[in-house]
């Protein structure tokens, strides 16, 4: 693999941020935090747009300005029209802006076409919240897939857990270049709640049940079944249920037949991150098949029902602070009565270890790539060591 070649004169490490949904800013936003604060860096936010409404709603409330935005978003649009507008765009912003780093996110499709856009430009780059792993690759789709394609092209792998450290050091990435941060969800989770500006959504003193769905292998039969056997855990008298509504159509057109109207269901339109911390500060009990609030929920004590038949986070199960109930609604009322009835069952993994993190990834990675890239005259390969060039 040829050698890339950095800027030899530039005060400062320009480093470039690609983002497009809300789960990226909210995990990125720490890393910008952390290199705005530094003397060393110059970054800059690239934005796509791939989560348009929630990002720009997220991108204010975190103070992240966007240095570029691509407005990919078409209605109803395909991943390969999608992928295809992102790889151009993103090419583009790189070619022109000529980052010292280009920084990824995760697994959506903004992280693998920002990773191979600075790719095939010669930029080396970084991932955050690298190596995680299902081991089934459609699911979930297409992130499991994103994930893998991204791996070879990244110079530094930034593994939330040892978990995740492991399945890169299995694939052949070398341990030089993986180091094991904790999730930046967890740094920016303590932040928002440290400054006290949310509101949570819940408005009983029942017992507080937080719901969030949108993955596309849960879209059609499969979410309508999860909103029955919400439907039915509604039915309590002890019960109130949170849920924000994702922007997908194909989500709503799930949910809203079943749970409109119903007694005890609040449906919401997404929330603020300032706000839906509260929330999930406020609440009692998360059912979720997000990968996010899988992290986030363990550090406020709050157990999870993961309504998904994989996960990519099963350090979170291993710990006991995560259940995978799958997408059967009979498990699914079965899984959440049992907590809210059996008190001793329902503590034992409130009070679990959360895996995740101390609040203190932004800072090891900004500190690994100040390490690495402070300096002039530096070249970096992919799946290799930085050389001094």
């Known amino acids: 693999m040829p050698a890339i070649h950095l800027p030899q004169r530039r005060d400062r490490i320009r480093a470039a ?3 497009g949904t809300r789960p990226e800013a909210i995990k990125l936003a720490p890393v910008l935090r952390a290199m705005s ?16 409404e929630m990002l720009d709603q997220m991108l204010q ?35 022109e802006d000529r980052p010292d780093v280009v920084v990824v996110q995760g697994d959506t499709t903004t992280a693998m076409t920002g990773a191979l856009a600075a790719f095939y430009e010669g930029v080396p780059v970084a991932h955050v919240e690298a190596g995680l792993r299902t081991g089934v690759i459609g699911n979930p789709f297409p992130e499991e897939l994103n994930r893998r394609l991204v791996a070879p092209m990244v110079r530094w792998h930034f593994a939330p857990t040892e978990g995740a450290a492991a399945n ?5 990435v070398p341990a030089g270049d993986i180091a094991v941060t904790g999730n930046t969800v967890i740094d920016n989770l303590l932040w928002v709640l440290g400054r006290g500006e949310g509101r949570s959504a819940f408005t009983t003193s029942r017992r507080r049940v937080l719901v969030t769905l949108h993955r596309r292998e849960n879209q059609g039969e499969t979410m309508h079944g999860i ?10 008298p002890d019960v109130e249920i949170v ?10 057109d799930a949910l809203l037949p079943v749970l409109e109207g119903r007694p005890h269901v609040t449906l919401v339109e997404p929330l603020d991150y300032f706000d839906f911390a509260a929330t999930l500060d406020a609440c009692d009990l998360v059912l979720t098949d997000s990968g996010g609030v ?20 099963p350090e979170a199960v291993e710990a006991g602070v995560a259940l995978l109930v799958g997408t059967d609604p009979a498990e699914i009322v079965a899984a959440a009565d049992r907590l809210l009835d059996d008190r001793a069952a329902y503590e034992r993994m409130a009070y679990a270890v959360n895996p995740f993190g101390d609040g203190r990834a932004a800072e090891r990675i900004v500190d690994r790539l100040a390490a690495d890239l402070a300096g002039a005259g530096r070249s970096a390969e992919p799946g290799g060591g930085l050389a001094v060039a």
């Not at 890169?168 to 052949?172: C, I, V």
């Not at 909103?227 to 309590?236: I, T």
């Not at 986030?296 to 309504?307: D, F, H, M, N, Q």
């Open 37 to 52: 604060a530094s003397p060393l860096f110059d970054p800059v936010v690239i934005s796509t747009g791939q989560h348009r």
């Open 227 to 236: 909103a029955e056997a919400l439907g039915s855990l509604a039915g309590r």
């Open 294 to 313: 899988q992290e986030e929920a363990p550090t406020l004590g709050k157990p999870v029902l993961v309504l998904r038949t994989t996960t990519e986070r």
């Open 168 to 172: 890169l050091r299995a694939e052949g």
């Open 61 to 95: 409330r975190l103070d992240m300005p966007s240095g570029r935005d691509l407005a990919v978003m078409r209605d109803r649009q395909m991943l390969s029209g999608l992928t295809a507008r992102l790889i151009s765009g993103l090419g583009e912003a790189v070619r």
């Open 243 to 252: 849920l924000p509504l994702h922007k997908s159509p194909a989500v709503r």
């Open 17 to 19: 941020l690609v983002l």
